[in-house]
Structures are given as structure tokens and as C-alpha cells.
């Protein structure tokens, strides 16, 4: 059981000692700041008296963990625990009428920088989850990423992805619905898009149909525009099929190559293009697609 929870928070086994000291210290501190409060209540009846305590302490317990988490270091932590576990009250208390949920998995292989704006920008969302991230590379700064904000990781390996399920049930365990390639390299296997029909997006440096297909991604291709003396570049969104960067566009965004700009210098143009407009078209797609996706 320990395993597991360590595992589903992502954190070492020295954080997760402290996280179950906090927990503790604070169940402790609510405790006695529960009886204090009711020694200031004067109540006849076991009963009442029973059935205040318990609301009391419900109202109580998630300051009171804040309040010790905070001398131990935990404070992000059980913030954003405290968050995701309001959230899942009231989604089952007032589920959304119009939206289906959506679980979404993000595809990442580098650094991260699209899988972490995706992810604060769905922070809080109604019916728009990130619970996973999926990863090929070890030590992949994806990795960091997904730690800090509690998000579990789905470690991948060839084999199984290429001559296997492509990791199926295990997406399906987590309950995804949808999946996002944010700076994933490998091939996405036939397997895979047959599991996910029109539901595995992927972001391009480029403005498709130019520069893309095997071997054409990061610096390769604002290398490959700028040889070419194009005047202008940009982001190619489009869904996944069984070809390289051939599958059907969704949006498109651009910005000019000058006459002196390098490959870098264009890298950090199509960059922010990427941050700005990435996470919002993907809420605009399941924003559309989950009124009718069952």
C-alpha cells in the first residue's frame, strides 16, 4: 500500500515519511482544537453533542493540515492535495451537466515545456484533467515536472510499446480519454491509434505539410527552414495517424523568419507560438468533443 501511494504522489521515501508525519500532526492539532472549541459549547444531549464534534472536525481538518504543513515544508504539497480532493467532492456532488469528463495523458520525451504549460492551464479545470504523463526517456525533465505537480508517470519501453499493447490497458487503468504528444519522438504505433480513433493530437515546429515526416523535429527543422530561405514558419497542430506527421490539421499559427535570425533565434519564436497557443486549442477541441463523447 505504501508503494502505491508512494508511486501515485511521486515523491521519495523521505517526503513521503514527512507527508505521513504531517498527516498525523495535523489530525493531532484538530483534534485538540476541536475539544477546545467544544469545551466552549454547552450542549445537553450525546447525541448533538457527537454529531457537532463531527461536522467541527470536518470543517477543521484540511486548516489544520495546511497549518502543519507548513513548519515541515509540505504547504504545495497538500495545497494541491486538498485542491484535487475538493474537486472530486464536487464533481460528485454536482457533476457537470453538459461536459463528459476527460482524463488526459501527455506524451513527452525532453524537457517538458508544453507538457507544463498544459498542465497549469487545465489546473482546476471543470472536466479537464491531466492524470498522467507518459515517458520514454529516463531522467527526461518531463519527469520534474510531473513530480512537482503530483501527476503520475507512465514509464514506456520499445518492446512492448512497438510489439505489445502500446500500453492500452495501462492508459485504460488510469481512465484516459485523450492524449496529447508534447515533444514525444517515437513513432506512435498502429495499436495505439486504433485504441484512441481521432484522440491522439500532436504539436509540429512547422507549418505543415513542409518540414515534417521521419527525422524532422526540433532543430533539425528550423534548420531545414532557414537553409531553405523561407520568410515565414510556425506550429502545425494536427491529430496522429499511422503516418509521420501526416495526420489531419487542426490549427495552424505563424511568425516571420528574418534574414537574421538562426536556427536557435527561430526555436524561441516557434516556442512561444507553441506555449501560447497549444494548451487553448486543446481545451477548445474537448470542450467541443466531450459534449458528444461517451
Not at 16 to 25: K, N, V
Not at 122 to 137: M, R, S
Request: aromatic share 12%; with cysteine; hydrophobic share 45%.
Amino acid at each position: 500500500m505504501f508503494q502505491r501511494l508512494k508511486e501515485k504522489w511521486q515523491v521519495s521515501w523521505i517526503q513521503f515519511t514527512i507527508i505521513f508525519c504531517t498527516f498525523a500532526t495535523g489530525g493531532s492539532l484538530c483534534g485538540y482544537a476541536g475539544r477546545k472549541l467544544m469545551g466552549l459549547i454547552n450542549l445537553e444531549g450525546e447525541v448533538l453533542y457527537i454529531i457537532i464534534y463531527i461536522l467541527l472536525i470536518t470543517l477543521l481538518w484540511p486548516w489544520c493540515v495546511l497549518i502543519a504543513s507548513i513548519p515541515l515544508g509540505q504547504f504545495a504539497f497538500f495545497s494541491d492535495y486538498l485542491r484535487r480532493v475538493w474537486k472530486r467532492i464536487v464533481q460528485q456532488e454536482a457533476p457537470d451537466l453538459k461536459h463528459q469528463q476527460q482524463a488526459v495523458a501527455i506524451f513527452a520525451s525532453g524537457a517538458g515545456s508544453n507538457a507544463e504549460k498544459i498542465i497549469r492551464h487545465f489546473k482546476g479545470h471543470p472536466f479537464i484533467t491531466v492524470a498522467l504523463i507518459v515517458c520514454n526517456k529516463p531522467g527526461a525533465g518531463v519527469l520534474q515536472i510531473a513530480a512537482e505537480h503530483y501527476i503520475p508517470v507512465l514509464m514506456i519501453e520499445k518492446e512492448p510499446f512497438f510489439r505489445g499493447n502500446a500500453y492500452v490497458n495501462e492508459l485504460k487503468q488510469y481512465g484516459i480519454s485523450f492524449i496529447v504528444l508534447a515533444g514525444f519522438l517515437w513513432k506512435v504505433p498502429v495499436a495505439l491509434i486504433q485504441a484512441y480513433p481521432n484522440r491522439i493530437i500532436n504539436i509540429h515546429p512547422a507549418l505543415l505539410p513542409k518540414y515534417g515526416g521521419k527525422g524532422m523535429y526540433g532543430m533539425r527543422v528550423h534548420e531545414a527552414v532557414i537553409a531553405a530561405g523561407e520568410k515565414e514558419s510556425g506550429i502545425t497542430i494536427h491529430y496522429v495517424n499511422e503516418r509521420f506527421d501526416e495526420g489531419a490539421p487542426i490549427f495552424q499559427a505563424r511568425c516571420t523568419v528574418d534574414p537574421t535570425d538562426t536556427p536557435e533565434s527561430l526555436a524561441q519564436k516557434i516556442h512561444a507560438l507553441e506555449h501560447a497557443h497549444f494548451p487553448v486549442q486543446v481545451e477548445q477541441l474537448l470542450s467541443k468533443d466531450s459534449t458528444s463523447f461517451k
